[in-house]
């Protein structure tokens, strides 16, 4: 034992973090300790005067770090939600450090030489199909990330790989400030049009940053949009709008153009040393894309469509700004707002009205609901195990039989300090090498917090997120494999949002919402009527939602797809939004300057596509229980748990979507989806 609980066994149920005793302090020694420890395993591993074999080097590698890996998950949590100073500056130190420490492992010649070795004989080694796949990735790993580079090459990548780790990380700080340090202040007369819980928010938010007036906005995207929808205040639509728009791009400290143009000039160097044309070409390899040129094919195809469509949806946006006397052209700013107006002219739709049958308790126990029709899950709530912070929900996940299956952690709110948007993630994953454990998922979600006597109401937008960010954590908890490194979402990207995007479908099904959305006051069910206008406008706004997202998509891919970077992010996204003809009236999901899916990290560089592609085999795939005439058909449902929820990376993605589909996707299912077809 010592005094640094990172260090120590923790003797909590579940094994889990012993959060109330960990203080940031305790990093720097937990961090030092546990490199230490991982360069011994390797060191071990490579001393190893026995010849290579699956379980003295594979077996080995899977189970090495298991003390970095222990520490990092704790510690990466909390820089995303309950950020501080003091740990920011210990992840601009972390993070190179980290970064030193994996590019040494990979371009370690010795221990290359044992993979490659097995790799070479991987025919004659009787392996079964997940030993095969990791073994055949972990050689690729390995190839990727530098390992045949000699001489000035390697020490060139390794210095690469190190600024990378230290640019994407100022990336996203930056992020992180121009969001914390905004305040949109407001009066009572600056609030027309807001819905009663906008409203109350709004209040709650000035009271908790102490602001000078009684309402105040932050730059979540939750309270944007919403301002956005609802406010009949145009010029301050327009504000708020400009300053959401910009974060990333003020000139001073928290400006990140000059940061993209370095991170797309070392990308671009990095793939020419591994032999690659351009940074998509090596970025795409992997995936179920494969090459750069299907990802675009897809993207284009869609494009055409959705623009046309986009282009319908503004001409009647502005004959709905001159019928009512408005003397403008729309905006950018005016869309969501006039959106709104035209969904209700035509539909009868109402967010705010939506809203108050969409409290957040009764969309967590629809998504807990369908775990369980499809996978046999029970939820049980457990306020005894330890949390990161008060606000955080713990739950004890279990299957039909009782058996222990992960641990769920739900952390909804918005709150200082907290990384804005929603996702997925864990304090330990799934593994049975050397011992059966089981994971520690946790969603984030960055939701209005209730307010005294009126709970947290969810729009149609955020009832989807919670769904898809629940679909991730059902992949991560439902991982039956055996190998660390091949669990969970530890997926290709074009693959991983095929969980998340099919379980969106669940959630405004009308068996769901019959059940679930009740009205918060009254208690009294969602009248048919509305669901039924709520199915009938599926297709409402789909090309601005598509155009919006695509844009990005298509941004994020060229800027990649080049063998130059540009020198200037702001002139080179405008080129390519005015090749695309990308409608003024629309600005791109994410610009660049915050764009954290690809300059705060690689995962999704060159590959943001990928919910794209998902949404291609999520509309597919949730064809099947239509097909079967059933949302919870069981065998269907065993079929998408045995082949993709439970099954991590065992297999080629392309394989396992073929093995629950029984066929290749149908491309066309997407375009039915989004209603161009």
């Not at 000059?258 to 995936?287: C, N, S």
């Not at 304090?427 to 209005?448: A, W």
């Not at 969970?488 to 679930?516: M, N």
Request: net charge negative; with cysteine.
């Amino acid at each position: 034992m010592t005094a640094n609980p990172l260090l120590n066994y923790w003797s909590t149920p579940f094994a889990l973090p012993p959060f109330a005793q960990i203080a940031t302090a305790h990093f720097r020694e937990a961090f030092s300790q546990a490199l230490r420890e991982h360069d011994a395993e390797i060191a071990a591993i490579t001393a190893n005067p026995e010849a290579p074999t699956f379980a003295n080097t594979v077996d080995a590698l899977e189970l090495a770090g298991r003390k970095l890996n222990q520490v990092g998950s704790v510690f990466w949590n909390l820089t995303g939600t309950d950020s501080t100073e003091d740990l920011r500056a210990l992840e601009r130190e972390i993070s190179p450090e980290l970064t030193r420490h994996y590019t040494a492992i990979s371009l370690n010649p010795a221990l290359f030489a044992r993979v490659s070795a097995l790799y070479d004989r991987r025919d004659e080694l009787a392996l079964d199909e997940e030993q095969a796949r990791l073994l055949e990735l972990t050689y690729k790993s390995f190839v990727r990330t530098g390992a045949k580079l000699e001489g000035e090459a390697r020490a060139r990548y390794a210095q690469i790989a190190e600024t990378l780790s230290e640019l994407e990380t100022q990336f996203a700080q930056n992020i992180l400030a121009d969001e914390t340090d905004f305040l949109f202040e407001l009066e009572e007369g600056d609030l027309a049009g807001l819905a009663d819980d906008i409203k109350a928010a709004a209040a709650q938010t000035a009271r908790d940053r102490n602001t000078a007036k009684p309402y105040a906005l932050t730059l979540q995207r939750s309270s944007v949009e919403a301002f956005l929808s609802q406010s009949t205040r145009r010029d301050l639509r327009e504000e708020l709008f400009k300053a959401f728009i910009a974060r990333g791009e003020h000139d001073g400290k928290t400006d990140n153009r000059p940061l993209i143009a370095q991170i797309l000039a070392l990308r671009q160097e990095k793939a020419r040393l591994l032999g690659y044309d351009t940074f998509a070409d090596y970025k795409l390899e992997p995936t179920m894309a494969h090459a750069p040129e299907a990802a675009a094919g897809l993207m284009e195809k869609l494009w055409a469509p959705a623009l046309r469509r986009a282009e319908e949806e503004r001409a009647a946006l502005q004959g709905l700004v001159d019928q009512e006397g408005g003397n403008f052209a729309l905006a950018a700013h005016d869309w969501r707002h006039y959106a709104e107006k035209l969904r209700a002219s035509r539909y009868a739709l109402d967010q705010a009205e939506l809203a108050t049958y969409f409290q957040l308790e009764s969309m967590i126990e629809a998504a807990f609901y369908c775990a369980n029709k499809l996978f046999g899950l029970r939820f049980l709530p457990r306020n005894d195990l330890p949390v990161y912070h008060p606000d955080v929900r713990a739950y004890e996940v279990t299957d039909a039989s009782g058996r222990h299956v992960a641990i769920f952690y739900g952390d909804y709110f918005a709150r200082a300090g907290k990384r804005s948007g929603a996702w997925m993630s864990g304090f330990r994953g799934q593994k049975k090498l050397g011992g059966e454990e089981r994971p520690v998922i946790v969603n984030v979600m960055n939701f209005s917090k209730p307010t005294p006597g009126r709970p947290s109401l969810l729009t149609l937008t955020e009832v989807i997120t919670l769904f898809h960010e629940f679909g991730h954590a059902l992949h991560g908890m439902l991982s039956d494999v055996v190998y660390p490194s091949m669990s969970g979402t530890s997926t290709p990207t074009d693959f991983v949002e095929f969980p998340s995007q099919v379980y969106e479908h669940w959630a405004l099904r009308p068996e769901i919402l019959q059940k679930f959305a009740k009205h918060f006051e009254t208690g009294a069910p969602m009248p048919q009527a509305l669901i039924d206008r709520i199915v009938a406008a599926r297709h409402f706004n789909q090309g601005f939602g598509t155009v919006e997202f695509l844009a990005s998509a298509l941004v994020d891919f060229k800027l990649h797809w080049r063998p130059d970077a540009p020198a200037e992010i702001g002139a080179a996204e405008a080129e390519i939004l005015q090749n695309i003809d990308m409608p003024a009236e629309i600005v791109m999901r994410h610009r660049s300057p915050h764009f954290g899916h690809i300059f705060a990290g690689e995962s999704y560089a060159a590959g943001y596509y990928s919910y794209l592609w998902s949404e291609t085999l999520d509309a597919d795939g949730f064809a099947a229980f239509e097909e079967a005439g059933d949302i919870f058909d069981p065998e269907t449902a065993k079929r998408l748990r045995d082949h993709v929820y439970s099954a991590g990376n065992r297999r080629d993605p392309n394989a396992a979507y073929a093995a629950f589909r029984g066929r290749a996707p149908d491309t066309a299912a997407l375009l039915r989806k989004k209603g161009f077809a």
